[in-house]
Structure formats: structure tokens, C-alpha cells
């Protein structure tokens, strides 16, 4: 049993019809993450519950974070034992946020609940990436738990082409800054024009 957990929840994005709450993958995922975290208190394991502070909106001015937050407590993570990380627009800053808590707790293992196979197997090569080029931090390994979700083509082929490019950009320090400044340009439309959510 591990002596200190980081559990991070990776949202998908609002829910359409109420965008005062995560859409129906984003919630599935918090319920996993809550049961592990409320198991992991049980055994006496030190856990934190990492929420992203992503600053994207909704198009009724929803800050991602807050109701992120709200959720998590809604499904019995304490206050106390929750890490808000540094403002976010999208993966790359996700990443760093991620690796800046886990290099402030280096005996943590990191458990990250996404809603997407695919969407993991890309966030797993960004997030050390950004570790790597940007933080100049060797993150430990991913412990990635996805939910067995049905999706269409598009949404899994977007994940597989950004965890091609990812991979390609990241053999070399300046490729990767190139590709990590233009998807964090890219991304901060979603704070001044608005965001819905990223899997449909």
C-alpha cells in the first residue's frame, strides 16, 4: 500500500444541458476517483485530491475549476484534502500543474482518472513531456484509470493524431516548446470565446 496517493481527476468538459455541472463521462470519472480516494483515507494512506484549476468557461461563464471543485465535495472528498493547482487553459498547462504537485510531493504515486483510453495514452506522453521540456522534472510513472467508453471515431482519431505529433515533437527540447506554445495559443479560446466540452 502506498504511503501517499495524488489522485487527479481529469474532466471532460461541462454538461450541454447544464453547464453548472461536468457532462455525464466527467462525473463517471469523479465517482471512481472518489470511491479510490475514500478507500485509500480508510487504509490510512495520505491521499490528495488534485483538481486542475482550469480557467476555460462555458458559454454561460462557468469557470471549469469552480464546479469541478463543487463536484468533488458533492461526492465526499474533504476540503482538507484537496490541492488546487496553478490557472490552466488545456492539456500542456494540465501537465506542468500536474508535475509541479508531484514534484512537491516526490514519494506520492500519481493515480489520474481520465474519461478516454485514447485521451490517456496522449495525456500520459504530454504530461511527462511537459515535465521533462518545461519543468526539467522526471515525473513518475502514470497510474491512468479510463472508463470503458463508447465514443465516436472522430473523438478517438483527434487523441491518437495529438499523441502521434506529442511524441514526435518531444524527441528534441525546442520542437516540443514550439508545439507546446502553439497549442496553449490555440487553448486560450476557451477562455474568451468559451468551451463545451472536449469528447463528445
Not at 469541478?68 to 484534502?81: I, Q, R, S
Not at 488546487?84 to 492539456?91: A, M
Not at 490517456?120 to 467508453?149: C, K, Q, S, W
Request: charged fraction near 25%; hydrophobic fraction near 45%; proline fraction near 4%.
Amino acid at each position: 500500500m502506498p504511503k501517499e496517493v495524488i489522485i487527479v481527476w481529469i474532466a471532460n468538459g461541462f454538461n450541454p444541458a447544464d453547464p453548472s455541472h461536468t457532462d455525464p463521462l466527467s462525473q463517471e470519472a469523479l465517482s471512481w476517483a472518489a470511491r479510490n480516494y475514500r478507500r485509500y483515507v480508510r487504509e490510512g494512506t495520505r491521499v490528495f485530491f488534485l483538481i486542475i484549476k482550469s480557467i476555460v468557461r462555458s458559454a454561460d461563464n462557468d469557470i471549469l475549476h469552480d464546479v469541478m471543485y463543487k463536484e468533488a465535495l458533492g461526492a465526499l472528498v474533504a476540503p482538507a484534502d484537496i490541492i488546487l493547482s496553478r490557472e490552466t487553459t488545456g492539456s500542456p498547462t494540465d501537465g506542468l500543474a500536474i508535475a509541479m504537485v508531484s514534484r512537491d510531493h516526490p514519494d506520492a504515486e500519481l493515480e489520474l482518472y481520465a474519461c478516454l483510453k485514447e485521451a490517456a495514452d496522449y495525456f500520459r506522453v504530454m504530461y511527462r513531456a511537459v515535465a521533462e521540456h518545461i519543468l526539467g522534472y522526471t515525473m513518475p510513472l502514470l497510474g491512468m484509470r479510463t472508463l470503458n467508453t463508447k465514443v465516436g471515431l472522430k473523438s478517438r482519431l483527434l487523441y491518437r493524431a495529438m499523441r502521434a505529433v506529442t511524441h514526435v515533437a518531444r524527441m528534441t527540447k525546442p520542437t516540443f516548446r514550439i508545439w507546446y506554445n502553439f497549442l496553449n495559443w490555440a487553448y486560450r479560446r476557451r477562455v474568451t470565446h468559451g468551451f463545451g466540452r472536449t469528447i463528445a
